[in-house]
């Protein structure tokens, strides 16, 4: 059989960005080609297509399965590709993977009659067992992790159980993308993913839905050669590693720096974490390893809000985990939710500060956005708060709802004002105009693109 996996392209209301490596295609790509199956990849992304270069390009590739992944921003954009695609390859079977369509299935299925199979949560086992019984035309009754129609119905089967044998995946099937479109200032950003899971449960967070609760890790030494490989077979000297947060244990790092050093691979690479799992030894130990950058999740500067998130960290972890990251010589990246339920212009402004007082290289002020299967999700539909159900709008950038304690219009504008007051600050624009490089290079374009927004913004 052959297969054609699908990278949709983001709505046109989605500022440009650099594309990158979609790795949960490529995993697939990887463990469809182990089994024997044709696979051809076409990333939308990567290729600037529109869909109606899209259109022409399905239809010159003959698929007996295509699978397109979708996150909430991408769903429309993904069911448009699929509905394409059933145009132009009626015979074909369609399915659609990623964290949406996991929660979203039955509804995808009711919405769109050219979708004919969601795969939910991990998709490499099940995807593999769908395309054996496609194959010999045989029941779907027994995949697990599947919602299809049968007989006009909705058919909803059980979850599978996650793969905790991680090291028995293939590496990702970097050859099937477009490498030479996905550069950005000449080199691609190679992601990996050690793990899957999350010890915690964030109400915001899709991602430890999608994955569970346990924590499942790859063997330092399978990473290492994950590492070698795209360094010795694409001639990648910097990765970034993708977990959710990296050092939940703690002596597993310990160990991939370890294999770093003893193979003498040289290589560069950043992650993101918790902090309240990071300790001077291990971030200096990282830092010898090769680690130039942690995103470390501060998500609010109050307490309140903190405990409303059930993030479960304190604000003096936050300030501790920021100082000994500098002081280790790790440059930092911080990570904020503003407009979370309970949110109130004074927690915002709380938040704004306490971002100054750590003083990281970079921040993303991100808007509370209700993803489907969250906490946050059920809260906000059940209260009534929800006034913007266009998927397309899902940005983590602009606000969806409005609570009784902070309007939407006022949200919008905290925005603006916090990135506004980070970048315009003398002091940040001298300091990343001495680190120099491309990051501190692009730091100073960004305070410079802030001063000239700031032109026609009120301020505090």
Known sequence: MKITLV????????HSHPPFIPLGIAYLGAVAEKEGYHVTVIDCQAERLTYEA?????AQTPSDIIGVTATTLLYKSAMKIITIAKQEQPQAVTVLG???????????LNEYPSLDIVVRREGEQTFIELLDKLQTQSSLGSVLGITYRK?????????????????????????LLPLEKLKHNGKILFPLVTSRGCVYWCDFCSTVRMFGRGYR??????????????????????????????????????????????????????????????????????????CFAVWLGVESGSETI??????????????????????????????????????????????????????PDDVGFYIATPYPGTPMYEEVKKNGWLRVTDFDKYDTAGPTFETPWLSMEKLAE?????????????????????????????AVKTSGAYLLRALHLKTW
């Open 7 to 14: 990278n949709p392209p983001y709505p046109q209301s989605v």
């Open 54 to 58: 899209f259109k022409e390009r399905i």
């Open 98 to 108: 990623g964290s949406h369509g996991t929660f979203w299935d039955e509804n995808a």
């Open 151 to 175: 007989q006009g119905k909705i058919v909803r089967n059980p979850d599978r159980p996650f793969l905790h044998d991680l090291d028995s995946l293939p590496f990702p099937a970097h050859h």
């Open 217 to 290: 890790m790859r063997s330092p030494k399978n990473v290492v050669d994950e590492m070698q490989l795209v360094h010795d077979k694409y001639g990648v000297d910097q990765v970034t590693f993708y977990d959710d947060a990296f050092t939940v244990d703690r002596d597993r790092v310990m160990k991939i720096c370890q294999e770093l050093h003893d193979r003498k691979l040289r290589m560069t690479w950043d992650c993101g974490t918790r902090v309240d799992m990071v300790d001077r030894e291990l971030l200096k130990t990282m830092h010898g390893a090769g």
């Open 306 to 359: 903190l405990g409303a998130m059930n993030k479960k960290i304190k604000l003096e972890q936050t300030r501790q985990a920021y100082k000994t990251a500098h002081q280790v010589g790790l440059m930092t990246i911080a990570n904020t939710v503003l407009g979370f339920p309970g949110e109130t212009e004074q927690t915002a402004k709380e938040t704004i500060r306490l971002i100054k007082e750590l003083n």
């Open 414 to 442: 905290l925005r603006s004002k916090a990135y506004q007051d980070f970048y315009l600050r003398p002091s940040y624009v001298f300091k990343m105009m001495r680190r120099g490089g491309v990051y501190g290079i692009a």
